[in-house]
């Protein structure tokens, strides 16, 4: 079963306007949860994180946003730039196994100049 | 390089063959992680060392896989048996005291199994 689930494949937003990526998950023991991007032929970049105790996590241009009761995620980008452009995995963890990571199966963001 | 660097970068195997995939964590970190990833899937988590010991190997799919870190800096996965199923992109990452939001991957090793 897919505990973490990433329903769009795709986005395309235009330069300049707000992405947002969406994330749900099944598995109420999680309490830690990340933000991947990844470009091609290269390993994961580890973006953004939020602790189960947050509802918000802000770094410059990326914004997480965590609703617990509805066990949903988003990530907010803006203004987008074109070096965006990436695939973008959510992923999380249980309390006890912070270095296993459960992620989903991404987000292909394409900012359009 | 200062990166996390695998080799090969890709391998072809018939199915049936033994293969070993080799990670050079980054100088000095202490944690270590395999993962793997299918085709249109994310990153499946395989095992985390903390320096020479596995602290952790519940992702290792069946007896087939076995992963070692023997001086606590380079590590190598052994798939013996290779099935076609085990064609994936295996990436490990190292960090420098076992956070995972500290870690670094590397680009991969794309190993097919014909």
């Known amino acids: 079963d897919q505990q973490v689930k990433q329903n769009s494949p795709s986005l395309s937003v235009q330069e300049g306007r707000i992405s947002i990526l969406n994330c749900d998950y099944t598995n109420s023991m999680f309490d830690y949860f990340l933000w991947y991007k990844k470009y091609p032929a290269e390993g994961p970049t580890f973006l953004i994180s939020i602790s189960s105790i947050k509802d918000k996590n802000e770094d410059g241009r990326f914004t997480v946003f965590l609703n617990k009761s509805a066990k949903h995620l988003s990530l907010h980008i803006v203004p987008s730039q074109p070096g965006d452009s990436a695939v973008y995995f959510c992923a999380a963890s249980e309390s006890g196994a912070t270095n296993k990571l459960i992620f989903g199966t991404g987000t292909l963001l394409a900012v359009q100049p | 390089g200062a990166g996390v660097s695998q080799t090969p970068s890709n391998k072809v195997t018939e199915k049936g063959k033994y293969v070993e995939l080799r990670c050079d964590p980054i100088?000095?970190?202490?944690?270590l992680y395999w993962y793997r990833q299918s085709l249109g899937q994310g990153p499946e988590f395989l095992i985390y060392f903390q320096g020479t010991g596995a602290a952790d190997d519940s992702g290792l799919p069946n007896d087939r896989f076995f992963a070692v870190r023997p001086e606590g800096s380079v590590s190598t996965l052994k798939i013996q048996r290779t099935e076609r199923g085990d064609s994936a992109v295996y990436l490990c990452a190292s960090s420098p005291r076992g956070g995972i939001t500290e870690a670094f991957f590397g680009q991969g090793t794309r190993l097919t199994v014909v």
């Open positions: 100088s000095g970190h202490t944690a």
